[in-house]
């Protein structure tokens, strides 16, 4: 966007003496670090409020190969940490803390953390969807290394192995149809009588050769030493082990992070963030970026896009209040 001058070009101290920036942004993934990016290009105070890189998705991530500009393989570390390091050399500041609650219903958007209270005028949620609590034994250990939760991000990796998928969404059903076209053969671990998707969804999987689905079948554990070697399943009639390269989880559980939220925006049924096409919320001068947003595809460039997005929009709306204030 271009303007004449900047809203806020300086981090200010408010009334009660806090921080207060032009764009606050919670989370510091691939989401937030391109929030963080457009938004200090764009000359605003931004400051990321982030749990740490070890926290996120795409931290797990242990090759990673298509994402746009690359040269053969990167990492999650490594593609993280370049994106947080072009966000600073724009301005952007990261404070290692963790979102512990939020106040979004007035002018001001606050965060409190563990180590103290962050204000902005706008707010980005960036925090991603890591929510499930309870993992699976040997499942945190071989993350990265065979377990994973995104078939797209690493399925070409498994080429012509055996490979799992444990779940019943319908996330979960079109990972298998995925994993289809390059594994030799797919695992899908049903736990329920069935899986919770349309009939035209249903009869895909099913007529899928590649695909067989064990229902009431849990995951109990992820077998292997430096690499996933195998799965211990649990059904009706007893325990099994399937051998496998891959296991890929979509287990419940596996939600967007808004507990800090306090019920301040709308949600989907699924848990995600509602937002419209320029990635605002609910509450006004609240965006959201990223795997918290309410949708089926979670890809590194997708949320990349949605913080560029979600930037642009807050320093929209920073323009219009501005303006606001200016003809009152």
Known sequence: MDHDSSPHTREEMDGAGDLLVDVLIAGGGPAGSSTALYAARASLSTLVLDQGAAAGALWLAARISNYPGLEGETSGP??????????????????EDKA????????????????????????????????RAKTIPGEERLTG??????????????????????????????????????????????PASELKVSSHLAAQV???GRVHVHVRTRLREVMGEKHVEAVRVET?????ILPVAAIFIHLQGTRAI???LGGG????????????????TSVPGVFAAGDVISRRQRQIVLAAADGALAATSAERYLFEQRDARLAA
């Open 258 to 260: 808004t507990d800090f």
């Open 206 to 208: 099913a007529q899928e």
């Open 145 to 190: 290394r065979g377990v994973s939760y995104c078939a797209t991000c690493d399925g070409f990796f498994f080429r012509d192995q055996d490979v799992a998928v444990a779940g019943t969404t319908v996330e979960a059903a079109e990972e298998a149809l995925f994993l289809a076209r390059l594994a030799k053969t797919v695992h899908l671990l049903v």
């Open 265 to 280: 925006l709308a949600l989907a049924q699924d848990g995600g963030i509602l937002v419209d096409e320029s990635r605002a």
């Open 78 to 95: 490594v593609l993280l940490e370049q994106m947080r390091a072009q966000a600073r050399g724009f301005g952007a500041r990261f404070v």
């Open 100 to 131: 512990v609650l939020a106040t979004v219903d007035s002018e001001t958007k606050e965060v409190r953390g563990a180590r103290g209270v962050y204000r902005g005028r706008t707010l980005v949620v960036a925090t991603g969807a890591m929510g």
């Open 236 to 240: 009706e009639t007893g325990k099994e």
